[in-house]
């Protein structure tokens, strides 16, 4: 729904790919860096769907000769940070941008402590929330203001029983990086209605 005008012909839509980067062997036994998927038929994979959709997974792990330059340069950043081209240093300098963002830092920090508590109980549910957050955030594009101003509420109460931010993610069946983000503003800024939160979050969501 994003990605197209209400009304507009299919036609129009331009192709979409859905991209993982991955700091780990995709597949046992596989080197390579850059897997392209595409919907193929089940019962005759000779035939393609044609929508000009694709998957694609980045691996920072490997060893493939027929990657461009710049994927290299690119892959090469994720695995150990060192940026050696002019995209990965305008790569990196916007990182350091949004490691300074208070609001950034405050939902990066909650996010941690939640993949670590979840590490340390077992569990690998952070590392699926964290494949989520890309979906999370295409979907929140489509909410309307109203709605945004509805869950700042919920979450505002809920804080107020003493509710942490996974739980509440949990019982609203919420992104947890949204939920995060708010219960972020509302205790930062106490002083806040729930209209002026929203706008404090307006450009982040």
């Given at each position: 729904?994003?990605?197209i005008d209400?009304g507009?012909?299919?036609?129009?839509?331009?192709?979409?790919f859905?991209i993982y980067?991955?700091?780990?062997?995709?597949?046992?036994?596989?080197?390579?860096?850059?897997?392209?998927?595409?919907?193929?038929?089940?019962?005759?994979?000779?035939?393609e769907?044609?929508?000009?959709a694709?998957?694609?997974?980045?691996c920072s792990?490997?060893e493939?000769?027929?990657l461009?330059a710049?994927l290299?340069?690119?892959?090469?950043?994720?695995?150990?940070?060192?940026?050696?081209?002019e995209f990965?240093?305008k790569?990196?300098?916007?990182?350091?941008?949004a490691k300074?963002?208070k609001?950034?830092?405050?939902?990066y920090?909650?996010?941690?402590?939640?993949?670590?508590?979840?590490?340390?109980e077992g569990r690998?549910?952070?590392?699926?929330?964290?494949?989520?957050?890309?979906?999370a955030?295409g979907?929140a594009e489509g909410?309307?203001?109203?709605?945004?101003?509805?869950l700042?509420?919920?979450?505002?109460?809920k804080?107020e029983?003493g509710?942490?931010?996974d739980?509440?993610?949990d019982?609203?069946?919420?992104e947890?990086?949204?939920?995060?983000m708010?219960c972020?503003?509302?205790?930062?800024?106490?002083?806040?209605?729930d209209?002026?939160?929203?706008?404090?979050?307006?450009?982040?969501l």
């Open positions: 729904m994003n990605l209400h507009a012909d299919y036609r129009e839509l331009n192709p979409s859905v980067i991955c700091q780990f062997r995709l597949f046992p036994g596989s080197g390579r860096q850059k897997y392209t998927f595409r919907t193929l038929c089940t019962e005759d994979t000779s035939i769907l044609g929508d000009d694709a998957i694609v997974f980045l792990v490997g493939e000769e027929h461009s710049k290299k340069s690119f892959l090469t950043y994720v695995a150990d940070g060192t940026p050696c081209d990965t240093s790569l990196e300098h916007e990182v350091t941008k300074e963002h609001m950034w830092r405050l939902e920090m909650t996010l941690l402590e939640h993949y670590e508590r979840e590490r340390s690998e549910e952070g590392r699926r929330e964290g494949r989520e957050e890309g979906r955030e979907r909410r309307a203001e109203g709605q945004y101003m509805k700042i509420q919920l979450i505002r109460r804080l029983k509710k942490t931010p739980v509440i993610a019982e609203l069946e919420e947890f990086s949204v939920v995060c708010m972020n503003a509302i205790q930062s800024n106490p002083d806040m209605d209209e002026a939160v929203y706008r404090l979050l307006k450009e982040n």
